[in-house]
């Protein structure tokens, strides 16, 4: 089945920025509409659905993916959500307390059902993420979609977003050893993580220090990794208006799984092929790059089937510097993180720093105060509220953590011999091995 499109009238999601120069390249495309959808693979159809009202900040907007003015760049524009001819990605979707969905339950990995040419599925994630809801909050608006077909290539094979990963390039030898390597994460979805860690890779620019981010697992989404960055990133649109960013993908110094593992979210993935895949992009990423600083935030929580098991791995961990962790500004959350960090992960000497809502709200100085008597962890603020809400700061963040690296005694982690806890750690929940490589 062939159809005929213009690549700059479709509705094309951000996840497909590496894809985007084969599609610019013809306006005739080739799908197949009996063939099931696997995970990750490319499908084109139609957004009969859209949430008609817009609320700034809420979910119900788009990274629409448009060619650059130059070669080899392109544009990522913030839009709300329309009807309109589309190309998308089959995936699943993690997301509590939001929403569950995708071509699997993320959770239960059982099968929702299957998306071929005349299925009718959502997008779970703009067109970024395409499947169907298991459960989702009232509040969470989505799209429906009509799907056409798989989009094929010359030789009738699915064009699978596995296909247009970044090439990896590891080093002969270790010339990444001086990079200081921050992990942030938190409790849940909108702990304060992607602001904290946007305050720090900005103040540690502002310094003259070179610094990388990457977005290690979550749901494809460029405003995360873009906004770190001292040029002004994507952040939901007004009505009617359409921020937009040109970029050169292999210049920029963030990445994200979707460059590093070509999937759409850390759930359209196999927990072993995700451990093993994104542990060497790093050190290839690293290596090309050699920052002093190498910034990665975990997205949901920090027990998710897929951060936990990267953070058990011991080519992972062994080689961080520092955590910063947004917790549930209550006292039992931060000894029961500091316990599973310690205890579980077997990450015991690991130097920790606090912030996210804890460290940033007047309203939680007796939950302050009370950690840092009795956990001895130290608590810094990465935001400040101004009249147009919380904007990232990050001065206080940096020098705290730069204190607990040095008070460690190892502001450099990845020479350390890793040395694995005696008992038997135990295994992640039902998502151990989870998802497909489609």
Known sequence: MRITVNPREMIIGSAL????????????FECDPNRPARLNDLVIGEIIEAPNTYEVG????????????????????????????????????YAPPYLLGGLQDPVTRQPN??????SIAEGLFGANCVGFVNLASSEFPRARVRVEGVLIDRRRRPLNLRD??????????????????????????????????????????????????????????????LSCFPESGLESPEEGSSPAREIDIREFPA???????????????????FTRESGVYTESFVAQRSPDFHVMELADNIAHGPNWALLRDPGFGSRLSAIIYCPLPRIESVLHF???????????????????????????????????????VPIAPSARLRTSGWEPEGKDLAEALLEAMTARGRPVRSKRAWAPPRT???????????GSDG
């Open 164 to 225: 247009f990963r970044e090439p990896l390039e590891l080093p002969q030898t270790n010339c990444s050893g001086d990079s200081k390597r921050v992990l942030v994460a938190g409790y849940s979805s909108d702990a304060g993580k992607t602001v904290t860690a946007r305050a720090l890779v900005r103040e540690l620019t502002s310094s003259g220090l070179r610094v990388t981010f990457e977005k290690k697992s979550g749901t494809a989404c460029c405003r995360d990794w």
């Open 58 to 93: 809420a979910p119900n907007w788009i990274e629409r993916l448009y060619p650059g003015e130059l070669p080899g760049r392109v544009t990522i524009a913030c839009e709300p959500l329309r009807k309109g001819a589309f190309i998308g990605v089959i995936g699943n979707r």
């Open 17 to 28: 920025r590496r894809v985007g120069p084969v599609l610019w390249n013809g306006a005739a």
């Open 255 to 273: 990445r994200d799984f979707v460059d590093g593992l070509g999937v759409v979210s850390d759930v359209s993935i196999a927990i072993r092929t």
């Open 424 to 434: 038997k750690r135990p295994s992640p929940p039902a998502e151990r091995e989870a």
């Open 338 to 376: 500091l316990s599973f960090l310690r205890s579980t992960l077997g990450l015991r000497d690991l130097p920790v720093v606090l912030s996210g809502p804890l460290a940033n709200e007047a309203r939680f100085e007796i939950v302050r105060r009370e950690v840092q008597a009795r956990c001895r």
């Open 113 to 118: 059902g299957e998306i071929r040419g005349g």
